[in-house]
């Protein structure tokens, strides 16, 4: 691996900035791209990172960006209308393109480029954050190598959530109908969405949650073949996301990381085995740092299944990945 130069593109937003962190920890050169070339000046001043600026639109911008680098890191959404433009420069390129898109939408178009992934020799991975690739990481590795399941059951609990403006614009740009699968076949998630009771591990304990899937509802169904499949949250975050005044995410340390928990609880139902996986944190944003550049670390090394568009758990050995991560961003246990 001797190309350690990671184009970063949204390097300057809240989860960018972390992926940085996380590069130059793990020894890389990242590259900061974006569209704000004020926002990239700013951050070259305080950081000495190189910058270019580049908006989707501009393809020989996008071009020059990438050039001489090993992969791309696309942390700027909505993916919905940037994934498509930085995914082309990628392949263009001939580097290795991974996101962190929520939007199922975004996740299937990129899906869709299987095929021109291959044709490049390199891997796309979307998903690869907090929301969509922990929750496969999870249920695949619970799994145990195993491809289908009869029930996967994702619940996620968060003591709060103080979302970032790009969080706020996906919502707002997001309009497409969630999906889950029951009795094997994608079913649109009815409005309203019903409401469980959950139990999670402490600090939680039983809540209300709402069915929500989000990226994961597509990324699991690449590989694994499930009956059902739904994701779930409280409420309590909810409420803040929709609340106009929640402020942005604080710093609650001197690494960036808020004060925020979480808990993602993957239970699996496979030949009347009830097998499960538990991840807990801090702070949502923050961890898909970790995550990204694991992944990017394993792709650059060989350690990933092959090229073309692939789901998290179908690129890696789910439970080596999840051994691999500090305890400390992201503890793993796992019950059979």
Known sequence: MSNRRVAVYGAYGHTGRFVLDELR?????????????????????????????????????????????AAVLHCAGPFLDTAGPVLDAALRARIHYLDVAAEQRAVLDTFARDAAAKAAGVTVLPAMAFYGGLADLLA???????TDADAVDVAVALDGWHPTRGTRITGERNHYPRTCIEHGRSRTVPDPAPLRETDFPAPFGRLETVLLPLSEAVVLPRHITCGDLHSWMNLAPLRDLRDPSTPAPVAADGSGRSAQRFVVDVR??????????VASGRDIYAVTAPLLVEALQRILDGRVSGTGALAPGQAFDARDFLAALDPRQIAVTFDR
């Open 268 to 277: 699996v139902h496979r030949d009347q085995r009830r097998l499960r996986a």
């Open 140 to 146: 695949s590795a619970a799994l145990g190598g195993a």
């Open 25 to 69: 920890r793990r020894g890389f050169v990242p590259v900061a791209c974006g569209r704000d070339a004020s926002r990239l000046q700013q951050l070259a001043a305080t950081t000495g990172v190189e910058v270019h600026a580049a908006s989707v639109d501009d393809p020989a911008a996008l071009d020059a960006a990438f050039a001489g680098t």
